[in-house]
Structures are given as C-alpha cells and as structure tokens.
C-alpha cells in the first residue's frame, strides 16, 4: 500500500503551490486538489507562457498525471467551463485525464450574490473576500442544504437546484440586495451541461483503489494555513480545513495514509484582504517587495500587502501541518537588499514570546526582527546549488535551524526550470 503526499501553503496563500505541483508532478500517478474553490489561482509558468489555474488541479499540464478535483473542492461550472475551454485550446486531453469527485459541492449563481451582499452589508469590517460565493456554498454544506456533482445525474437536479435558489431568495431579501438572477442562470446551466462531458467518480474508492496498486498521489491544498477555518487568523480565514487534516476528509484519505508533507513557503509574507498581519511592510520596503514580486492577487488582481518572513508564524503552520519538508520561493524577490529582517518572536501583551497566540491583532502584538545579511545579486540565472550567493545558504540556513525542518528547494523565479533542488 503506498501513501498519498501532501502539499500544502504554510503562510496566507499565494506561497507558489502551483509551479511545484508542476514541478513535481512527473514524479507522481495522480494530484488530487482537496478543499477550497475558484477563489484560488494558481500560477504556472513555462515555454514562455503563463497560466492561471483555478480549480483544475496543477499536474493537468504533464502528459501520464490523473488530476482529480476532490469531494472538499466546491465547483463554479462557470468558471470551471472556462479553465476546460483554455486547457482544450491548449491541446490539453482533459477528458481522460480530469476526474471529478460526485461529493464535490456545485457553487450556485445564488451563492454568488449572498456572497457580495453579506460582504457590502458588513462595510468596515470586511473580511476580504473574493466574492466566488464560498463561503455560502460551504455554509449549505454544513447546513445540509447543498448540491453536489452527483445531483447532476439524477431525475430532479433541477428541482433540488430551485428549492435552494428559493431558499437564498429569502436570505437576499433579508440584506435588501438588489441583483438579477435571470442575467446569471443561463450560463450556469450551460456550463452544467459542459461539466456533462467529463467523468464523475468515487473518488474515494478511486484513491484508496490507487493506493493499494501502489499508485503515488500528491494532495494539492489551496490558500494557506494562516487561512484555515480553525487555526487561522479568524475570522479573517477561508471557509475550509486549509492544512494537512483537510486533504483526509477532502478526499476520503485515511490519516495513516499521509505520507511526505511538504510545506510551501515565501522567503516573506504577503497577505491578501483583510485581518492581522504582524510583519506587514506599509512603507517603500514593502512596496519595492511588491513591484518586485508582482505582488498582485492571480484570483482577484488586488494588491498583496508584503511583509518580512515571520518565523513564529511559520513554526505554527509547520506543527499544525506534521511538515516533513519545507520549499522556499520567491528568494529572487529579496535580491536588492543588502539586508534582510526576520521576525523570530512576538512582544505580546509586554511579554516576549516565540509561538502564534490566539489573538494576533496588532494592536496587542508588535514583532521582535533580527537583521541577517541579504545576497543582493540576481540569481535568476543559477542552475545548481554550488552557484547560490553564500548570503542565500546562509539565510536557508538559519531558517532550516530555527524552524527544525530541512529546506529541499529554492525557488529563483516563476518559471518550471528556476528551481534549485538542494
């Protein structure tokens, strides 16, 4: 029986999970997304073409992988049509090697407009959403009200599909929300019919079945481990399981068959959208990070705020994780700088500390940074490890020390071939 890896963000998203998924598909039978929506993106990059991926799993664009979009994922057909339409024109063979979970949660046009609405309704106190109708789909999930891909096959998906519309009917006119339901509805369902075209699994047999052959799976977690329902910066967080746990109840996998876990990380923080952020740059160091990195939403096209790495932060994710190997990127982004800062603990509440506390609002938590020297040159042309500035090894280093977890890769820019192995 072999074991299915995990591979997951370890900040607030956006960490680079889709170039190593790409990275690393070739080495595995099947990637597997396990929770989370079209609100993720995630960026690829190679021949000199980029591409955005939403919902379709990062190993859709090598030849032998299966992808498989996992019974945790909620599913626009809209937007998931769109990604199909893109892939074919590409030459991509998504019929045979894109399957879909029946337990997957359909996304509604409803779901869409109660998310805009409970967001306009909140004002100040936005949480930053990306408005992609999540978080209510996940709510009819929970709520045992929610279509699925599977109800799509069945006699009386459409009048399952208007007993909900009626229910969030009821729901908008509590927030007095004006919209037009007919403008959204005709695309929907054409795109039903488009999802019609691919194949509908198990999933969970599919999986456990591959395990047993001894099939090697890689679990494709979106967003970021600080954005976690439950041990996220709530509730500034998304609406489901973003760490390791998620990918056993996103895809039917039991715990003891979790392999590697590998833990994706940016050499500094970013965070998109509202809540704490105790590390952010809101000065020409964070905007110079910004330009350099384009730092700017894949999903959303928003602005990322920047910050330096956050060492407590990181320590948490890798404990809430079971992180076996850790993956820095972006260390190009940091080549102008002669010095770099790390936050290694917290002043909170007066005391000096070196874990993530329940509460991380600014206002009661200040970070302690220690300055280490920067490599300042550009690394965009290495190609092994021998040729990293003595300033990177250093910085690999120290982390590696301080987190107790070995760093197996650096990243030295977006594309599939910048990506030193160590």
């Avoid at 997957?104 to 779901?111: D, R, V």
């Avoid at 102008?336 to 790390?342: A, P, Q, S, Y």
């Amino acid at each position: 029986m072999s074991k299915s890896d995990v591979l997951l963000g370890l900040q607030w998203g956006d960490e680079g999970k889709g170039k190593i998924v790409d990275v690393l598909t070739p080495e595995y039978d099947i990637i597997a997304r396990f929770q989370g929506g079209p609100n993720a993106g995630h960026t690829l990059e190679f021949n000199g073409i980029k591409h955005v991926l939403h919902t379709i799993p990062s190993g859709i664009f090598h030849p032998t992988a299966q992808n498989i979009v996992g019974n945790g994922v909620v599913i626009d057909p809209v937007i998931f049509k769109k990604e199909i339409d893109a892939l074919l024109k590409l030459g991509v063979d998504v019929k045979t090697k894109l399957l879909i979970s029946k337990r997957a949660h359909l996304i509604l046009p409803t779901h869409r407009l109660i998310d805009a609405a409970s967001e306009a309704s909140k004002g100040k106190n936005k949480i930053g959403s990306t408005l992609k109708g999540i978080g209510p789909t996940y709510m009819d999930k929970t709520g045992r009200n929610g279509l699925r891909i599977g109800d799509i096959e069945t006699k009386d998906f459409k009048e399952k599909y208007n007993t909900l519309v009626e229910k969030h009917k009821q729901i908008l006119s509590f927030y007095n929300y004006e919209y037009n339901l007919q403008e959204l509805e005709p695309a929907w369902f054409e795109s039903i019919e488009a999802l019609k075209s691919l194949q509908f699994i198990e999933s969970e047999h599919f999986l456990n079945n591959a395990l047993a052959s001894g099939k090697k799976i890689l679990a494709e977690g979106a967003q970021g481990s600080l954005l976690d329902i439950d041990f996220g910066s709530y509730p500034f967080v998304t609406s489901s399981n973003t760490v390791c746990s998620g990918a056993c109840s996103g895809l039917g996998i039991a715990p003891n068959r979790i392999g590697n876990v590998i833990g994706i990380f940016k050499a500094y923080c970013t965070r998109v959208g509202s809540g704490p952020f105790p590390t952010e740059l809101n000065d020409e160091t964070g905007e110079k990070i910004r330009q350099i990195g384009r730092e700017f939403g894949s999903t959303t096209g928003r602005a990322r705020r920047t910050g330096w790495l956050d060492l407590p932060a990181l320590k948490y994710a890798i404990m809430i994780n079971g992180v076996t190997e850790l993956m820095m990127m972006k260390a190009d982004v940091l080549s102008d700088f002669d010095t770099l800062k790390v936050c290694t603990h917290y002043n909170y509440n007066g005391q000096v500390i070196d874990f993530l506390p329940y509460d991380i609002d600014t206002r009661y938590l200040t970070p302690i940074y220690q300055e280490v020297k920067g490599w300042n040159c550009d690394l965009t042309k290495i190609t092994k490890k021998e040729e990293m500035p003595q300033a990177l090894a250093d910085y690999v280093k120290y982390i590696e020390n301080a987190v107790k977890t070995p760093i197996t890769i650096v990243s030295i820019g977006p594309d599939r071939t910048q990506t030193i192995k160590l």
